[in-house]
């Protein structure tokens, strides 16, 4: 199992930079990548990016943040940070950290964060 605390979400104005972190406990050698998803009211939770742990890191952006959104990771942390950049009043939303687990089974498993609030004022 792991854990994910979730820090730096607030209010900003438009234009702004924010920077999320997410801090990871518990087997984290089992986590295969981590990343943010965000949710909006009335709106499903739509992918923000996502990275892998392991490796290459590679990266995988939602069309909405691709170029404005940059994900970081510092493995001796267990951590992972969003610097959001050129925020809109649309990047508004409840951002949640995520970690993708595999089980000593073979099967996959997702973990969330407890969400942080981010506020775009126009």
């Known amino acids: 199992q792991v854990q994910l605390v979730e820090s730096g979400g607030g209010l900003v104005h438009t234009g702004g930079s924010l920077r999320l972190s997410c801090a990871a406990s518990g087997r984290v050698s089992n986590i295969n990548s981590m990343g943010w998803h965000r949710q909006s009211p009335g709106k499903q939770r739509e992918l923000v990016v996502t990275?892998?742990?392991?490796?290459?890191?590679?990266?995988n952006h939602g069309d909405s943040v691709m170029g404005r959104f940059t994900i970081s990771r510092d493995h001796g942390k267990n951590t992972v940070y969003l610097q959001m950049s050129s925020l809109k009043p649309e990047d508004t939303a409840v951002y949640y950290c995520?970690?993708?687990?595999?089980?000593?089974?073979?099967?996959?498993?997702?973990?969330w964060g407890q969400g942080t609030q981010v506020t775009v004022s126009s």
């Open positions: 995520n970690a993708d687990y595999w089980n000593d089974d073979g099967s996959a498993q997702d973990y």
């Open positions: 990275i892998s742990s392991r490796g290459s890191s590679a990266t």
